[in-house]
C-alpha cells in the first residue's frame, strides 16, 4: 500500500506537551512541517496576476505631484503578488516595479548589491547612465543595471518616461547581502559616449587583448528596433516553437549566457493565430506585452493582456499563450539560478 509523501504525524495530548516544552529552548520538530518544506511538487505563494497598465497609470502619474524623484530616490510603484501581501515582490524570487521620471528630473546615482533591469514602457527623452555612459530610452527598449554598478537616471525630454524594474531584491535579501551605496553627487561623472557598450561588444567583436570575466553583459542597452528587426527575421523561416513561438534570449556576448547572473530576460514573438501547447517550469515568469494582444491561460485561470500591461506566471504553473494578431512579449525570470544550483525542471524536455 501507498502512501503520501510525508504524512502529518497524528497529534497526541503527550506530543502536545513536548512540542510545547521544548519550544522554550527555540526548538520545534521537523515531522510538524515536513510536509510543507518539502512538499511532492514546487509550493509557491505567488498565484497568477496581471497590472493593467491603463488601471495603474494614473496612479503612476499622480506620484509626480506626491514626491520628486530626487526626494524618493527612485519613484516606483511597487508590482506586490496579491500572494504575498506586505513582501514587496511579485514571486520569491523577484522583484517588480513600475517606475516615473519626469521631464528635467534626475533620480540620483547608487549602487547595490542587487542586479537590475529596466525595460522602457512609456515615452522617450529619459536616459539611464551605468559609470556615466548614458544610454535614452526608447519604448521596448531593455537596459540593465548589474549589481554594484553606479548608476542614475536622467531626463532630457518633454514627456513622462515609464519603465518596468525587475529586480532580484528577494533572493539576495533571503542570502543577507542587501545594501546600497549612495554617490556623493547627484550624477556620476561623464564617462564613456553614448553607444559606447554596444559598439564595443555588441557587434560579435571584443577590444583586442581585453577578457571578460564578469558574469555581467559588457552590453548594457539593447535597443527595441533591433530586437524587433531580428525576430521578424528569425520568424521567415518559419521554424516555430509549439510553446513559445519565436523566443529569444537576449544574452551576455562574452560567453552566451543570460545577462545577468540571476536574471535571463527574453523577447517573443507570437505570430497571427497562434495558441500555444502547455509550459511548465520550476521558474517563474514576469511577461510584458509591448505590442499587440492576447490570453495567457495559466493554470485554471485564463488573462487576457494588451500593450504595456504586465503578468505573473508564479512557478510550476502550466501555461500557454493564444493570440488573434501578431504580438510581442518581454520576459524575465529567475531560471539561471535554478540552472547553477542544479534545480531547474520543465516539461520541454520530459524532466517536469
Known amino acids: 500500500?501507498?502512501?503520501?509523501?510525508?504524512?502529518?504525524?497524528?497529534?497526541?495530548?503527550?506530543?502536545?506537551?513536548?512540542?510545547?516544552?521544548?519550544?522554550?529552548?527555540?526548538?520545534?520538530?521537523?515531522?510538524?512541517?515536513?510536509?510543507?518544506?518539502?512538499?511532492?511538487?514546487?509550493?509557491?505563494?505567488?498565484?497568477?496576476?496581471?497590472?493593467?497598465?491603463?488601471?495603474?497609470?494614473?496612479?503612476?502619474?499622480?506620484?509626480?505631484?506626491?514626491?520628486?524623484?530626487?526626494?524618493?530616490?527612485?519613484?516606483?510603484?511597487?508590482?506586490?503578488?496579491?500572494?504575498?501581501?506586505?513582501?514587496?515582490?511579485?514571486?520569491?524570487?523577484?522583484?517588480?516595479?513600475?517606475?516615473?521620471?519626469?521631464p528635467g528630473e534626475v533620480a540620483p546615482a547608487h549602487r547595490h548589491s542587487p542586479c537590475a533591469l529596466r525595460f522602457?514602457?512609456?515615452?522617450?527623452?529619459?536616459?539611464?547612465?551605468?559609470?556615466?555612459?548614458?544610454?535614452?530610452?526608447?519604448?521596448?527598449?531593455?537596459?540593465?543595471?548589474?549589481?554594484?554598478?553606479?548608476?542614475?537616471?536622467?531626463?532630457?525630454?518633454?514627456?513622462?518616461?515609464?519603465?518596468?524594474?525587475?529586480?532580484?531584491?528577494?533572493?539576495?535579501?533571503?542570502?543577507?547581502?542587501?545594501?546600497?551605496?549612495?554617490?556623493?553627487?547627484?550624477?556620476?561623472?561623464?564617462?564613456?559616449?553614448?553607444?559606447?557598450?554596444?559598439?564595443?561588444?555588441?557587434?560579435?567583436?571584443?577590444?583586442?587583448?581585453?577578457?571578460?570575466?564578469?558574469?555581467n553583459s559588457p552590453v548594457f542597452h539593447y535597443p527595441y528596433v533591433q530586437t524587433r528587426e531580428t525576430l521578424e527575421t528569425v520568424s521567415k523561416s518559419k521554424d516555430i516553437d509549439a510553446r513559445h513561438g519565436y523566443k529569444l534570449e537576449y544574452i551576455n556576448p562574452a560567453n552566451g549566457g543570460p545577462v545577468m547572473p540571476t536574471i535571463a530576460t527574453y523577447m517573443q514573438k507570437l505570430p497571427k493565430g497562434f495558441a500555444g501547447d502547455d509550459y511548465q517550469t520550476t521558474a517563474a515568469w514576469v511577461y510584458h506585452c509591448v505590442e499587440g494582444s492576447g490570453s495567457t491561460r495559466i493554470g485554471e485561470q485564463t488573462i487576457d493582456w494588451k500593450a504595456k500591461d504586465t503578468f505573473v506566471v508564479p512557478a510550476w504553473y502550466k501555461h500557454s499563450h493564444e493570440v488573434d494578431d501578431d504580438s510581442f512579449l518581454f520576459s524575465y525570470t529567475d531560471q539561471p539560478i535554478h540552472e547553477k544550483l542544479g534545480l531547474f525542471r520543465d516539461n520541454m524536455n520530459g524532466n517536469a
Open 1 to 102: 500500500m501507498s502512501r503520501a509523501l510525508h504524512d502529518k504525524p497524528a497529534m497526541t495530548n503527550t506530543r502536545a506537551d513536548f512540542y510545547a516544552r521544548m519550544a522554550d529552548q527555540n526548538m520545534t520538530p521537523l515531522w510538524e512541517v515536513l510536509h510543507t518544506l518539502l512538499a511532492s511538487e514546487p509550493v509557491t505563494d505567488a498565484i497568477p496576476h496581471k497590472w493593467d497598465y491603463d488601471e495603474c497609470r494614473p496612479y503612476i502619474m499622480e506620484s509626480a505631484g506626491i514626491i520628486s524623484a530626487a526626494e524618493a530616490e527612485r519613484r516606483v510603484m511597487v508590482l506586490q503578488n496579491p500572494g504575498m501581501e506586505g513582501r514587496s515582490c511579485i514571486t520569491e524570487a523577484l522583484y517588480a516595479g513600475l517606475q516615473l521620471i519626469m
Open 120 to 215: 522602457i514602457v512609456e515615452g522617450s527623452g529619459a536616459y539611464t547612465a551605468l559609470n556615466g555612459e548614458k544610454a535614452y530610452m526608447e519604448v521596448g527598449d531593455l537596459i540593465l543595471t548589474p549589481s554594484w554598478v553606479w548608476h542614475d537616471h536622467g531626463h532630457d525630454g518633454d514627456v513622462p518616461v515609464v519603465w518596468l524594474d525587475g529586480l532580484d531584491i528577494p533572493v539576495v535579501r533571503g542570502l543577507g547581502p542587501v545594501f546600497a551605496e549612495p554617490y556623493p553627487e547627484n550624477e556620476f561623472p561623464q564617462g564613456r559616449p553614448i553607444g559606447d557598450n554596444m559598439a564595443r561588444y555588441g557587434g560579435n567583436m571584443r577590444p583586442f587583448g581585453e577578457k571578460i570575466a564578469s558574469e
